[in-house]
Nanobody, 125 residues
Framework: QVQLVDSGGGLVQAGGSLRLSCAAS????????MAWFRQAPGKEREFVAS????????YYADSVKGRVIISRDNAKNTVYLQMNSLKPEDTAVYYC??????????????????WGQGTQVTVSS
């Protein structure tokens, strides 16, 4: 059974940092894209960042570019999201996603097969 476990969220002040982790089990995703999405209350789930199986290509949403870094450790079957200079508008539940069905659609949540349970990130002003 495939499982993605998201962790690392929390409450942080504006300007602070957090590192999210997503640990996969049940199969390896070293040959497939993994990504992070987020969903704020009352809003649709939106793309944050994605990373290819070998570590490239990497894509970022414009809203987070320059402030976040996505990385992965295939030996641990884990993907990370380092978030810096956090803003109140970054407040959301962050979800890990895996197994992209169409490589060009990396920013579409409906193109991913597996999802983590989400981890809450709250940024206070």
């Amino acid at each position: 059974q495939v499982q993605l476990v998201d962790s690392g969220g929390g409450l942080v002040q504006a300007g602070g940092s957090l590192r999210l982790s997503c640990a996969a089990s049940g199969r390896t995703f070293s040959d497939n894209t993994m990504a992070w999405f987020r969903q704020a209350p009352g809003k649709e789930r939106e793309f944050v960042a994605s990373i290819g199986g070998s570590g490239t290509p990497i894509y970022y949403a414009d809203s987070v570019k320059g402030r976040v870094i996505i990385s992965r450790d295939n030996a641990k079957n884990t993907v990370y999201l380092q978030m810096n200079s956090l803003k109140p508008e970054d407040t959301a539940v962050y979800y890990c996603a895996a197994e992209l069905r169409l490589s060009v659609a990396y920013d579409r949540p409906d193109m991913y097969v597996y999802w983590g349970q989400g981890t809450q990130v709250t940024v206070s002003s």
